[in-house]
């Protein structure tokens, strides 16, 4: 079976350019998470959905961040404009239901220069 | 203060040795805890999960829990080189989040 699916695995950018994440969750789970992980703060939770409903937004650092889950089977998280202190590893990870196990896809590698 | 604190290491351990590693917690509230391991360059994989006191095996892996001391362990038995990797503890909340501690990484040399 396929595992969580994330596109692209690299993006560089410049500066004030919008970048759009995206993420296939694991067909049947019902729970899906985006975090970012830097070497400095580790691996933050930046939000949550549960049945394609947002649940938890409190980790998103700032109003240029936003997601959506429009269905069952595809997430975006967007940042706009992008800064270059929002370089980082962006994981989408997803789970049969909240509080179960979660499985990571490979990650965005993004870079804003 | 974090939620969950781990020794950013490197803990070094000789190949065939046991390799403890370490979190504590401070949300009371939290129920169950996980291990994942993680690679450079590689995503997070669950190596298991323990929500009751005591101990549970799972191979050459022994999670332990204890909820009066707010402290969680990973045990790795026979350690190996493929074993060398950053291992992350995280504590479920009352909201059903997971709060990542920021790893321990582990040396396992030949």
């Known amino acids: 079976d396929a595992g969580v699916i994330q596109s692209p695995r690299h993006e560089v950018t410049e500066m004030g350019q919008e970048v759009t994440l995206r993420c296939k969750p694991i067909?049947?789970?019902?729970?899906l998470f985006w975090y970012r992980q830097t070497m400095m703060r580790g691996l933050e939770l930046l939000i949550y959905f549960n049945n394609n409903v947002p649940i938890d937004d409190s980790g998103m650092p700032e109003d240029r961040f936003s997601a959506k889950m429009p269905n069952a089977s595809f997430s975006t998280l967007k940042i706009q404009p992008s800064e270059p202190r929002d370089s980082a590893v962006y994981f989408c990870?997803?789970?049969?239901?909240?509080?179960?196990?979660?499985?990571f896809g490979p990650g965005t590698r993004l870079l804003v220069l | 203060q974090k939620e969950v604190e781990q020794n950013s290491g490197p803990l070094s351990v000789p190949e065939g040795a046991i390799a403890s590693l370490n979190c504590t917690y401070s949300d009371r509230g939290s129920q169950s805890f996980f291990w994942y391991r993680q690679y450079s360059g590689k995503s997070p994989e669950l190596i298991m999960f323990i929500y009751s006191n005591g101990d549970k095996e799972d191979g050459r892996f022994t999670a332990q829990l204890n909820k009066a001391s707010q402290y969680v362990s990973l045990l790795i038995r026979d350690s190996q080189p493929s074993d060398s990797a950053t291992y992350l503890c995280a504590g479920l909340t009352g909201f059903q989040k997971l709060v990542f501690g920021t790893g321990t990484r582990l040396l396992v040399s030949p």
């Open positions: 067909s049947g789970h019902n729970s």
């Open positions: 990870a997803s789970g049969f239901d909240l509080g179960e196990t979660q499985y």
